[in-house]
C-alpha cells in the first residue's frame, strides 16, 4: 500500500502507479495489434507482436514509450 506521501510526490502525473505492462495490454485489447501498429509504427507492433516483446523493446526505448503513454492517455480521455 502507498503511503499519502507517495501519492503526493507526483500529484500531476495521470501515469503514477501505472505499469507498463497494464498500458500495453490495455492497447492491444482496444485497438488490437493491427491497429495499434498503425497507430504507433514501431516493429514491435507490427511484426510477429506480443505483449512480452513489445515490454522488452519499450523499457529500452525512451521515445517509443512516450508515444506508447501518449497513445494510452488519449485514448483514455475518449
Known amino acids: 500500500m502507498k503511503s499519502n506521501k507517495e501519492d503526493k510526490n507526483q ?21 488490437g495489434w493491427e491497429e ?6 514501431i516493429r514491435c507492433f507490427t511484426h510477429d507482436p506480443s505483449v512480452n516483446s513489445s515490454l522488452k523493446f519499450l523499457r529500452k526505448t525512451d521515445w517509443a514509450r512516450k508515444k506508447v503513454e501518449d497513445l494510452y492517455l488519449e485514448t483514455l480521455s475518449k
Open 11 to 31: 500529484p500531476n502525473n495521470p501515469l503514477h502507479g501505472v505499469r507498463l505492462v497494464d498500458i500495453v495490454e490495455f492497447l492491444q485489447a482496444f485497438y
Open 36 to 41: 495499434l501498429g498503425s497507430q504507433i509504427n
